[in-house]
């Protein structure tokens, strides 16, 4: 097992810890949560970073790291819907996580067709996914409706804002092989 598939690994296993600890009764267990959260979003560069610097890209690690991210940041968007339980915070939620199903369906259609480069990860998408985190992050650890979660929330409706207009970008890429027979 290489280093960056055991550090996707642990993103994964390090999810229902993340959520387990928020809930405990403490009032330090959000931040200690959100520190979790930080962690495991952390390790999603270093094991992309280490997998190419050291050369072990692996198929298994190329299939498992993207599914680790989706994972960690549908429980994570799942676990605010439900603190905030409001649209405010539910609406951007499901922009991300509906994006996420809908690109992952749309690179694996590609893929069939051998054109998943088309639909490949741009920098639109690499800064959505860091103020994805950072939100996620801020929502975690702040008390709900402060000072600190209305920046959280202001950073998740940036998110989500990236998020549609990389979809878009991603479906354009695409949209001359969705099109043919339409």
């Known amino acids: 097992m290489k280093i ?12 229902p810890v ?9 009032s330090w267990a959000p931040w200690v949560a959100s520190g979790i959260f930080g962690l ?12 190419r610097r050291l050369n072990q890209s692996s198929p298994f690690g190329a299939f498992l790291d993207p599914v680790a991210d989706k994972l960690m940041v549908a429980a994570a968007l ?13 609406i951007p939620a499901i922009i991300i996580i509906g994006r996420e199903i809908v690109i992952s369906a749309l690179r694996e259609w590609m893929a069939e067709l051998g054109q998943r480069a088309s639909v490949a990860v741009s920098m639109i998408g690499k800064i959505k996914t860091t103020l994805q985190m950072i939100s996620i992050l801020v929502l975690i650890a702040a008390p ?8 959280g929330i202001v ?8 998020t549609l207009w990389s ?3 991603y ?6 092989h969705l099109s043919e027979d339409i």
């Open 18 to 26: 993340f959520i387990l600890i928020y809930y405990l009764p403490y």
């Open 4 to 15: 960056p598939n055991l550090l996707t690994l642990l993103r994964i296993v390090l999810i």
């Open 40 to 51: 495991a979003a952390v390790t999603d560069w270093f094991d992309g970073y280490l997998a």
């Open 167 to 169: 979809m878009v970008v």
């Open 171 to 176: 479906l354009r890429a695409a949209w001359p």
């Open 155 to 162: 950073a998740l409706y940036g998110a989500a804002l990236l």
């Open 78 to 90: 799942v676990l605010l819907v439900e603190a905030f339980a409001s649209p405010l915070v539910t």
């Open 144 to 151: 709900l409706y402060s000072t600190l979660s209305w920046a």
